[in-house]
């Protein structure tokens, strides 16, 4: 017996694909740069406030996570009941999902962004409404209004964006939110906010008049849009992927109906005093973020040298626009010199990691491009 009584909106729904593991080559280290984890050991601080919750185990975590959401209140300087967290903020994103759609809503969603915006939209049984990307790779935001109708439930706005690493500005972003009607959200998912201080990216955002624009401002846009909510984790910049550890902070109204759909104890007692700690040394947390975007903007660089128009990304990946034929032989290529990319269609996501993979990134991609236009 296969065939189930399961939800009938499965078979439209796309499965998550992890990124791929990269293949043992002999004589050489093979480096995972297919999932936007952060390759640098955890901080020193962060690890000892793991292996000192891990005694008890039998208990389960507070259901509350008090102290890291006081410590997240204080740090967004909202009321408590302004934020909740989650297992990674994709269960946040899930929550989100889970408290407004229903068959026949709409989603508006950039594309490409990060894959669990489809997927999640199908599994509800709601409508994909995918706006494409401009072809810089931003957010086309004024085709983004216009694709809101009276049925879309959920608006997503990713940045830095999932693959292209494009960040949003602020003049832009108040535009788009004063077309927006008050009672729909909105979430604006920062998954990779961090890596974007300094970046190119950030700082080279022109306004429609070409005037230089600042990034949006999560903080200052929260006391400004009640339909707003802002998803951050834990998972990139601060590097505990593993731990599973994210949150949302929005109006208490929204917070409210999102603990309905969060399941309790989500987060373990583990990932909740991580989070409080790495919060704590968040100052050191940035300088690490620094040192991969300046690898980023060191690779972006020698990248477009040879002739890949590779966005300003302000993540701790770049994006490839390929193409499908070349992201495949491209990923392909990639895979056979130890290193895993993620092939996304549209082009190659690649993680910023360590610098021998960096450089071994560029060497391959040289031989590549050399072919392909000989
Ligand atoms: C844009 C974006 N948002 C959210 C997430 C979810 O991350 P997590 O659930 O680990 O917080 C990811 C993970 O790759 C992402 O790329």
Redesign the pocket.
């Given at each position: 017996m296969t065939n189930f009584r399961v939800r009938r909106s499965l078979a439209d729904t796309p499965a998550y694909i992890p990124g791929r593991p990269p293949a043992a080559v002999e004589g050489m280290t093979s480096y995972k740069l297919s999932?936007?984890e952060h390759h640098l050991e955890p901080l020193p601080a962060v690890v000892d406030a793991i292996t000192s919750v891990s005694g008890t185990p039998a208990l389960y975590p507070d259901p509350a996570a008090t102290d890291l959401t006081a410590a997240l209140a204080r740090f967004h300087d909202v009321p408590t009941d302004h934020v909740v967290l989650s297992?990674?903020?994709?269960?946040s994103?899930s929550a989100l999902v889970g408290i407004t759609l229903e068959p026949g809503a709409q989603v508006v969603y950039p594309w490409p962004?990060?894959e669990?915006y489809p997927q999640l939209t199908s599994f509800a049984g709601a409508d994909r409404v995918a706006v494409p990307l401009t072809p810089d790779g931003r957010h086309d935001l004024p085709a983004m209004a216009q694709a809101i109708t009276e049925h879309t439930r959920l608006v997503l706005l990713?940045s830095p964006?999932?693959p292209t690493g494009t960040v949003l500005g602020d003049t832009e972003f108040d535009t788009f939110m004063s077309q927006v009607p008050e009672d729909l959200i909105v979430v604006l998912?920062e998954?990779?906010v961090e890596f974007a201080s300094g970046s190119e990216a950030a700082s080279r955002i022109r306004t429609e008049d070409g005037n230089l624009d600042a990034p949006v401002d999560a903080d200052q846009a929260l006391d400004t849009y009640s339909n707003l909510v802002v998803?951050r984790?834990?998972?990139?910049a601060h590097g505990l992927?593993g731990l599973?550890?994210?949150y949302a902070v929005a109006h208490l109204a929204i917070i409210h109906e999102m603990r309905k759909s969060i399941a309790p104890f989500s987060v373990s007692a583990a990932a909740q005093a991580a989070g409080l700690v790495s919060l704590a040394v968040r100052d050191e947390v940035l300088v690490r973020a620094k040192e991969v975007g300046a690898a980023r903007d060191d690779l972006s660089a020698r990248l477009r040298e040879i002739g890949i128009p590779v966005p300003p990304s302000g993540g701790n990946f770049v994006w490839l626009p390929f193409g499908q034929r070349d992201a495949t032989l491209f990923a392909e290529a990639c895979m056979e010199n130890g290193l895993a990319v993620r092939n996304l269609g549209a082009g190659v996501r690649v993680t910023i990691g360590p610098p021998e993979a960096m450089e071994r990134l560029v060497a391959v991609a040289t031989t590549f491009m050399e072919d392909r236009d000989a």
């Open positions: 999932s936007n297992a990674g903020s994709s269960e994103l962004s990060f669990m990713c964006n999932n998912d998954a990779y998803l984790t834990f998972s990139k992927a599973r550890v994210g």
